[in-house]
């Protein structure tokens, strides 16, 4: 385990479905983050939160819709998606204000998402 | 916009042959350059990271990588891959405020025994 758990790892959902992905972090980070992963495209950030407050939305759909109840949890509710939303959805987090600039994310195994 | 290009999409090596992934960088301004490995089924997890100071930067498993500023370069290298190096290989670049990374499409890196 990472230290960011993701659940489920799979889910299959209809086009109709009303679902949510969950991440959950406990390494005092700061700042979360969701990303898409699909193939043979580079990683699409989706959405970032800092210290709670969404801060970043780079023009995702509005049938995603981001939650961020405290600095440990970050959630992303589905409804009515597409066949092309299919992908694999990667939770991360970081610490923002460390003095030494280590930048570097913590990842999730991501949840597996398939839309039929 | 900030954006990350990697040129190859796959690679198959033998191992014990060198290997050099590229990833080039649209950025102006100070970068922060990263490298990500995720071995089949696992999570992402860092491989090396460049801030500043000495352009060429080790990280685990041998790998290291080299930042050419005049190139707008971060080419990932290793003298001798082995079997167990094969993975996606993802470059990343840090990108304006809030910690925000642009990650490349990826290189998938295949090495037969």
């Known amino acids: 385990e990472t230290g960011v758990t993701q659940t489920p790892r799979h889910l299959v959902m209809g086009m109709t479905n009303k679902k949510s992905l969950k991440c959950e972090q406990h390494?005092?980070?700061?700042?979360m983050y969701w990303y898409k992963q699909s193939a043979k495209k580079p990683l699409e950030l989706m959405f970032v939160y800092s210290l709670e407050e969404r801060v970043e939305n780079n023009s995702v759909p509005s049938r995603f819709s981001p939650e961020c109840p405290n600095s440990s949890h970050l959630f992303l509710h589905l409804h009515t998606l597409q066949p092309e939303d299919s992908a694999l959805y990667l939770c991360?987090?970081?610490?923002?204000?460390?003095?030494?600039?280590?930048?570097?994310?913590?990842f999730g195994s991501g949840t597996r998402l398939t839309v039929v | 916009a900030q954006s990350v290009s990697q040129h190859n999409h796959h690679v198959i090596l033998s191992e014990a042959a060198s290997l050099e992934l590229g990833c080039n960088y649209s950025y102006g301004g100070t970068v922060n350059l990263f490298w990500y490995v995720q071995y089949p089924g696992q999570h992402l997890q860092l491989l090396l990271k460049y801030f500043s100071g000495d352009p060429l930067v080790k990280g685990i498993k041998g790998f290291e990588a080299e930042f050419i500023k005049s190139k707008f370069s971060f080419n990932l290298r290793k003298p001798s891959v082995q079997w167990s190096d094969t993975a996606e290989y993802f470059c990343a670049v840090k990108a304006g405020g809030y910690n925000k990374l642009i990650f490349g499409a990826g290189t998938r890196l295949a090495v037969h025994p």
């Open positions: 991360a987090s970081s610490q923002e204000l460390l003095a030494d600039g280590d930048y570097g994310y913590t």
């Open positions: 390494l005092g980070h700061n700042a």
